[in-house]
């Protein structure tokens, strides 16, 4: 079964630190991952996906297959960078999308 | 930039009532989604529709729930029949490519 795991709910970092959100997942065929951000008040939109290789906000994502994870990294956070973040896996032979449960990012200035 | 839009924003419904939440894509989108997301819960994929029809759908998606397009530009999940378990958010997205989605800001359903 498909499946994302976000392991931590909360995550609280001082501005400028350096920050790394996990997402895990487990499928057996060949995954698309996708990073998503939720703003306060705002509405769900993507960040980054894996097939891209971009850096959008400073933000990065590595594929690690022999790990099966897609962590967001940041090298230096901002406060504009708190917000709910969603770690995606769409399955290769649909067009499904699992999400992981979020983290909730605290930039603490 | 253009927006995918929902409404209601809320409904407040009777359990056994039907709901439609209506959701408008962005213009040249081909390819449609809902989720829902419960109180504390995570993001959940409901369906996917393309070229008038469903492409996937999950295990929730059951026979409770269907989608139409019932015009160029609208795209709605009903609910027939509703339960107290179907109280969520529920998110419309839509995508010109399979890959890059654009999320409406969610429907409120409450069901008493």
């Known amino acids: 079964a498909q499946r994302v795991t976000q392991p931590e709910k909360l995550l609280s970092v001082f501005k400028g630190a350096p920050v790394e959100l996990k997402c895990n997942y487990s499928y057996s065929g060949s995954p698309e991952l996708f990073w998503y951000v939720q703003y306060s008040r705002q509405r769900l939109q993507l960040l980054l996906r894996h097939i891209s290789r971009e850096s959008i906000k400073g933000f990065t994502a590595d594929l690690n297959k022999g790990e099966t994870s897609f962590h967001l990294k940041k090298p230096f956070a901002q406060e504009e960078d708190s917000a709910m973040y969603y770690c995606a896996l769409r399955v290769f032979t649909g067009n499904q999308f699992y999400f992981g449960t979020g983290t909730s990012l605290t930039v603490i200035p | 930039e253009p927006e995918v839009t929902q409404t209601p924003s809320h409904q407040v419904t009777q359990m056994g009532q039907e709901v439609i939440l209506r959701c408008v894509p962005i213009s040249n989108h081909l390819y449609f989604y809902w989720y829902r997301q419960i109180l504390g819960q995570k993001v959940e994929f409901l369906v996917s529709?393309?070229?008038?029809?469903?492409?996937?759908k999950s295990e929730i998606f059951d026979d409770q729930f269907s989608v139409e397009r019932p015009d160029g530009s609208n795209f709605t999940l009903k609910i027939r029949s509703t339960k107290l378990e179907d109280s969520a958010m529920y998110f419309c997205?839509?995508?010109?490519?399979?890959?890059?989605?654009?999320f409406g800001p969610g429907t409120r359903l409450l069901v008493l």
């Open positions: 529709f393309y070229n008038n029809e469903i492409s996937e």
């Open positions: 997205a839509s995508s010109d490519r399979v890959d890059a989605q654009y």
